[in-house]
């Protein structure tokens, strides 16, 4: 949010969507397999169904608030016919429409989560965990291949910074560190912690910031990154001095729980508030992210938790059907 209010040089915005891909990752494939160890399966259903709840409402809710400015003229310059493609989560693709919307990223996600429970139950049932995580960790070398071939290849190597099939190793680096040596499910650690982990993560992490030629910046960079945060989250959630403290208190919380609508709405607010194009001032910019907060509150507060208090609904209805005997043995 703040790189988007002109503070890019301060708070590099792509490495926030690298963060956000590499936390999806890990929560996303911790949860996977926790329920492979407690159930031997993986209730598909139950997956998309929470993707959907927590992803979909917010997010349509969204564009029609920003279609909603467009019809006022508060934010122009939108291409209206293409606004499907966002919807379809194609954008990243087919990078058509104006809506203010850092879609993409969130396509890349979409893209994730429709094939990736399969092809960890695939692997699961036959592999260790750890034995998983070198196969995704050799997928991310793959990844990184294709991005060194994309940027041969095509006018605009700006472009490979939005495909699923260039960045999908930046969220599975995540499922690398959910499958081998997690923070939270695993007992052994084969990392560093303390001082010595976050000097390894910076000499990973502070190349890919300082290195400015522009095929490092699209390929080799979000590999840097990867690898970097792998050994900067291991050691952040088991660092109960300095990262705990730091990361788990009320303030982080709250703004965590709002953070998937400060996403989706803080860029439209914003374009509604400048001055001119791409410009910037302090004033503008601020009311902007305080509205977006606002808006962040009311969408929680009306959306998200009714709609994730109905899907806990369902899923305790659905669990105690399945608990239920036979109908002939209910009538005998």
């Not at 949860?31 to 998309?48: C, P, V």
């Not at 209206?80 to 990223?105: C, E, K, Q, R, T």
Request: aromatic share 14%; net charge positive; with cysteine.
């Amino acid at each position: 949010m703040l790189s988007h209010v002109g503070l890019e040089h301060l708070f590099p915005g792509q490495f926030g969507v690298t963060l956000f891909f590499f936390l999806s990752g890990y929560l996303i494939t911790t949860l996977l397999r926790r329920e492979k160890e407690r159930t031997g399966r993986i209730d598909f259903g139950a997956f998309y169904l929470r993707r959907a709840v927590r992803i979909l409402p917010p997010l349509y809710i969204t564009i029609l608030f920003v279609l909603g400015l467009n019809a006022a003229g508060v934010i122009p310059r939108m291409k209206l016919w293409a606004v499907p493609f966002d919807l379809l989560f194609l954008s990243n693709y087919f990078p058509l429409s104006s809506i203010p919307i850092g879609l993409w990223s969130l396509a890349v996600e979409e893209h994730f989560y429709f094939g990736f429970p399969l092809l960890f139950l695939f692997l699961a049932r036959r592999l260790s965990f750890a034995s998983c995580a070198l196969v995704f960790l050799g997928l991310c070398a793959i990844v990184l291949g294709v991005r060194l071939v994309e940027v041969q290849r095509v006018a605009d190597i700006q472009q490979v910074n939005f495909w699923t099939h260039t960045r999908l190793d930046s969220i599975l680096f995540g499922s690398v560190l959910a499958l081998w040596n997690n923070p939270v499910a695993d007992r052994t650690e084969q990392l560093p912690r303390g001082l010595a982990a976050y000097l390894l993560a910076a000499a990973f992490l502070i190349p890919s910031f300082v290195i400015r030629d522009e095929v490092f910046r699209m390929t080799w960079r979000y590999t840097l990154q990867g690898l970097g945060l792998i050994v900067l989250f291991n050691a952040a959630i088991r660092d109960r001095r300095f990262a705990g403290p730091l990361l788990d208190n009320p303030f982080t919380k709250w703004v965590a729980a709002l953070s998937y609508t400060l996403y989706l709405v803080h860029s439209a607010l914003i374009r509604a508030f400048w001055p001119g194009m791409d410009q910037h001032a302090f004033l503008p910019d601020a009311i902007a992210i305080v509205l977006s907060f606002a808006y962040a509150m009311a969408m929680r507060r009306w959306v998200e938790q009714p709609m994730a208090a109905w899907r806990r609904r369902r899923e305790r209805a659905a669990a105690a059907a399945q608990q239920l005997p036979e109908p002939d043995l209910v009538r005998s």
